[in-house]
């Protein structure tokens, strides 16, 4: 008899280990994905629906990833720009599927060009950690809502987190004060959010990724002579062969930053040193 009740405790604490299905959430990006699985723990499996290296601006899902939502609990959208060619048609496919826009509720800056569209406001909000901070506690509430047996844990983690961003924002806030008003140069506009949090100004190069022609580009460099440039932020997605040009000119440096990378504490943590580093006093 004792036996028996050790066996059945031991299949039933065996079987809640196994019963505990992962929850399933797609994202857009990988740095959403950061968030959610800083909030989620290993509760969750985070789906990132664009591809590394891919532009956020031209790609389209292929057909696995599209089979793929349709197992997904969620859907985390954030505005970036090849959302708007299909999220539309995965509503219509996917009525079941539950779609939050974690863009929603934050303080948009508007009128930005963006690669391949015109955009009413700025898409790149997660280069900021305010933003951040925002859209990690509404990834904190959807995962309750999704799994309220998990709340406790999703709560401690979303704290953790929450205390990790604010720490962050200081040290970025500290280290670019001595340079507030100052402007650095960038092929393509992801860093405004990132410049308007630390009283920094970004000048942009070509918003739509294309080759600026040779009249514009000595402009370029006079003002970025005249605005004291010292560094020119590249990412991995757009040609860097320009922005060589105009740093070479000037004696500035070019800083290579993925505003899409996975880590987006550590890449703006970079950002920050790499402004701090190079700005001249
Ligand atoms: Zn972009």
């Known amino acids: 008899m004792k036996?028996?009740?050790?066996?059945?405790?031991?299949?039933?604490?065996?079987?809640?280990?196994?019963?505990a299905e992962p929850l399933r959430v797609a994202v857009s990006i990988a740095p959403q994905a950061w968030l959610v699985e800083a909030v989620g723990g290993p509760e969750v499996e985070v789906l990132t629906v664009l591809r590394p290296g891919s532009n956020a601006a031209t790609f389209s899902p292929p057909p696995s990833v599209l089979r793929k939502l349709g197992r997904?609990?969620?859907?985390?959208?954030?505005?970036v720009p090849f959302e708007q060619a299909w999220l539309p048609a995965l509503r219509k496919a996917m009525p079941g599927l539950r779609i939050v826009a974690l863009q929603q509720g934050l303080v948009r800056?508007?009128?930005?060009?963006?690669a391949g569209h015109a955009h009413d406001f700025d898409p790149h909000v997660w280069t900021s950690v305010a933003n951040l901070r925002r859209m990690a506690a509404r990834i904190r509430d959807e995962l309750i809502h999704l799994r309220p047996s998990e709340s406790t844990r999703f709560t401690?983690?979303?704290?953790?987190?929450d205390e990790r961003l604010k720490q962050l924002d200081t040290e970025l806030r500290e280290r670019l004060a001595p340079h507030r008003g100052a402007a650095f140069m960038v092929f393509h506009p992801a860093w405004g959010y990132f410049a308007r949090d630390y009283g920094l100004r970004q000048i942009v190069i070509e918003p739509f990724g294309k080759q600026v022609g040779p009249r514009r580009l000595m402009r370029l460099i006079e003002r970025a002579r005249r605005e004291r440039i010292a560094v020119v932020f590249v990412q991995p997605q757009f040609s860097e062969r320009q922005a060589r040009l105009i740093a070479d000119a000037i004696g500035g440096r070019v800083t290579r930053l993925d505003p899409l990378a996975h880590d987006i504490a550590a890449t703006?943590?970079?950002?920050?040193?790499?402004?701090?580093?190079?700005?001249?006093?």
């Open 268 to 281: 703006l943590r970079r950002a920050a040193r790499a402004f701090a580093n190079e700005a001249r006093r």
């Open 109 to 114: 800056i508007e009128g930005v060009a963006h």
């Open 3 to 19: 036996v028996g009740f050790a066996l059945l405790f031991w299949l039933v604490s065996a079987g809640a280990g196994l019963a």
């Open 156 to 161: 401690a983690n979303w704290r953790m987190l």
């Open 72 to 79: 997904q609990a969620v859907y985390f959208a954030i505005g």
